[in-house]
């Protein structure tokens, strides 16, 4: 079946400990990103890559960080969480017509 | 900066119409619509690129006026199924970053 997966997919912690989301999809996709989406306000993206090792920031890349060393998997890393940083984040994978298939979501609250 | 989506909510009645609208300050290459359901992952509805076409998707189709850098999404013959927050995305020059909107609450009513 094709799909996103993500892990976990909640998960509570603590300011300033350093965590990775994994994202991994079995589509041979090579257009792969992260959102975080808010009441109010969304879905935002944070980073979004086009190709193996090829990474660019999207509209709120502040905090995060990520990696794009294979292409099925496309880690989101926080290296110091803060609670602002507390957000519904989707990964997704797009196919090369344009339409996008996103993850089941990870709720990350940071306390 | 965000594409505005207009309007914020809308309530229907089975069967009636409704018309969802997108604007960007920006020069568009595309508009990308999804549907989300409460406590779901959005939905891929369909892509419009630059030449202002128009596509369809069941009873659900768009337009897209590059002139007026504006996308609407038209809901004809709404069925329950069909409520959900609405988003559209938008990409602007050589860049594939995709900005959204904030989001067209819809709900259909029996």
């Known amino acids: 079946e094709a799909q996103v997966t993500q892990n976990p997919r909640y998960l509570i912690t603590v300011t300033g400990k350093k965590l990775t989301v994994t994202c991994s999809q079995n589509?041979?996709?090579?257009?792969m990103s992260w959102y975080r989406q808010d009441p109010g306000l969304g879905l935002r993206q944070i980073y979004y890559?086009?190709?193996?090792?090829?990474?660019d920031k999207g509209d709120v890349p502040e905090g995060y960080k990520v990696s794009r060393k294979e292409k099925r998997n496309f880690p989101l890393i926080l290296e110091s969480p803060s609670p602002n940083q507390t957000s519904l984040y989707f990964c997704?994978?797009?196919?090369?017509?344009?339409?996008?298939?996103f993850g089941p979501g990870t709720r990350l609250t940071v306390t | 900066q965000q594409p505005v989506q207009s309007p914020q909510a809308v309530i229907l009645r089975e069967g009636e119409d409704a018309v969802i609208n997108c604007s960007s300050s920006?020069?568009?290459?595309?508009v990308h619509w999804y549907r989300q359901k409460h406590g779901e992952a959005p939905v891929f509805l369909m892509i419009?690129?630059?030449?202002?076409e128009q596509k369809g998707h069941e009873k659900i189709s768009a337009s897209f006026n590059e002139k007026k850098q504006q996308s609407s999404l038209y809901l004809t013959a709404s069925q329950l199924s069909y409520s959900g927050t609405y988003f559209c995305?938008?990409?602007?020059?050589?860049?594939?970053?995709?900005?959204f909107g904030s989001g067209t609450q819809l709900t259909v009513l029996p």
């Open positions: 419009l690129l630059k030449g202002g």
């Open positions: 589509m041979n996709h090579e257009y």
């Open positions: 890559s086009m190709n193996v090792e090829v990474t």
């Open positions: 920006k020069a568009l290459y595309s």
């Open positions: 995305g938008t990409e602007s020059g050589s860049a594939r970053q995709l900005t």
């Open positions: 997704a994978s797009r196919d090369s017509l344009g339409e996008q298939y």
